[in-house]
């Protein structure tokens, strides 16, 4: 079966951003599926093809995967106008191969919501069955996270979102609280998969055998060592992770150190904000590869899972960073409730805290600093938790059969 699948922010391993993409059109191509990856250039990402773009695109071959990549340079640091020009730029130049390439099966991948658009037409100008894989709910977090106020362009979005569910034949949900939003649109229940992100098992080794274990500059082996791995932006709320930074400072807690590992529109702005006030137990690092990013999470304690307290995240959102931290046996700290708190307390395998507490984010460090045979343990359960639920492999067989089944 050909597959033409859209997901604009498509990377490999050997970028920095999520490899869900990557990771599912491998395991078609392992069935004996052909698939066609139409991307944009995202910042941190990298999709292997070094060629030379001519007229507006470059294409080869990555790991089995044909790759068709659009000149369209994307940056979580880019302003608002600016990101939306590009979702729309990519949404028109993918039209245009939706409407021309042979294949049986459209699928296409949020974020941003545009990714629909080549999947609609598809649908009703091609009559080719459409899959559309939700990862966040749009346009209701960017509502109530407050970036998008115009009335008329999130009604415009709502019905951008109703017209790609219903477009489809077939949906993918990346959580629980995905899945129901999508019912909420008049989905039938027989149309949705819940598929969440994955652990990827052969890359974050939790006993660290064969990897380069490593931590940055300024941080002993004896300090506990804290990360945060992903975009430093305004859905993240890293301003929870300084705000704890000083209440530790004035415990005088300084052998437990908080690593912010990624790029962002507001990481300049965190980085003079922990000048200013000294916060010498925050380290701010540059991305790394997934290879790089497994030897630092060998040598970790904690991972952070922070977002800022909106409710729409709470069950509406399946980080990448979450299941990589389990997959490499870490402890996950959690800074609001949702399915995620649920499950850490479920297993046992970290911390979930309320959201905008400080001094609880303090503790729950100092706990982990106090006692390092519990935290063991702990990691030993996320693993655990990884390996049964999570393991990539299982989840990405699950996807297979759901997507290539829409044409029975």
Avoid at 28 to 46: A, I, N, P
Avoid at 323 to 331: K, M, Q
Wanted: charged share 25%.
């Amino acid at each position: 079966m050909r597959i033409l699948y859209f997901h604009q922010h498509f990377s490999t391993p050997k970028g920095s951003a999520g490899i869900r993409s990557y990771e599912m059109a491998r395991r078609l191509v392992l069935h004996g599926h052909q698939v066609t990856m139409v991307c944009g250039s995202y910042g941190g990402g990298k999709t292997g093809l070094e060629s030379i773009f001519i007229n507006g695109k470059r294409q080869g071959q990555i790991d089995g995967i044909d790759i068709i990549e659009f000149d369209l340079a994307y940056s979580n640091a880019d302003g608002l106008v600016k990101r939306s020009l590009t979702f729309v730029k990519f949404a028109f130049k993918s039209i245009g191969l939706a409407l021309t390439s042979k294949y049986d099966v459209v699928l296409a991948t949020t974020t941003p919501l545009t990714a629909g658009i080549p999947g609609i037409f598809a649908r009703w100008l091609r009559g080719k069955p459409f899959v559309f894989e939700v990862r966040d709910l749009w346009p209701e977090l960017p509502k109530q996270m407050g970036v998008i106020k115009n009335q008329a362009v999130l009604a415009a979005m709502s019905f951008l979102e109703w017209a790609s569910y219903r477009s489809a034949k077939r949906c993918i949900g990346l959580s629980p609280g995905i899945v129901e939003g999508i019912k909420a649109r008049g989905v039938s229940e027989d149309k949705i998969a819940l598929i969440p992100n994955g652990c990827d098992l052969s890359i974050f080794d939790s006993k660290g055998v064969g990897l380069s274990s490593w931590r940055p500059k300024g941080i002993k082996n004896t300090d506990l060592m804290a990360i945060f791995t992903g975009t430093h932006g305004l859905a993240n709320g890293l301003d929870a992770a300084l705000n704890a930074a000083v209440e530790l400072k004035a415990r005088g807690r300084d052998d437990i150190k908080l690593v912010l590992i990624g790029q962002g529109k507001l990481k300049p702005g965190l980085e003079k904000q922990a000048k200013e006030l000294e916060l010498n137990n925050v380290i701010f690092h540059s991305p790394v590869n997934k290879e790089k990013l497994s030897g630092l999470m060998a040598s970790a304690d904690v991972g952070l899972q922070l977002l800022a307290n909106i409710p729409a995240f709470y069950y509406g959102t399946s980080p990448n960073k979450f299941f990589d931290y389990i997959a490499a046996g870490l402890p996950v700290l959690n800074n609001y409730p949702g399915w995620l708190a649920d499950l850490i307390k479920e297993n046992n395998c970290g911390f979930a805290i309320e959201p905008d507490n400080a001094k609880a984010f303090a503790d729950a460090l100092e706990q982990a600093a106090g006692d390092k045979g519990k935290l063991k343990t702990m990691g030993e359960k996320a693993n655990k938790l990884a390996k049964l639920e999570f393991d990539r492999k299982e989840l990405a067989d699950a996807w297979v059969s759901w997507v290539t089944g829409v044409r029975k």
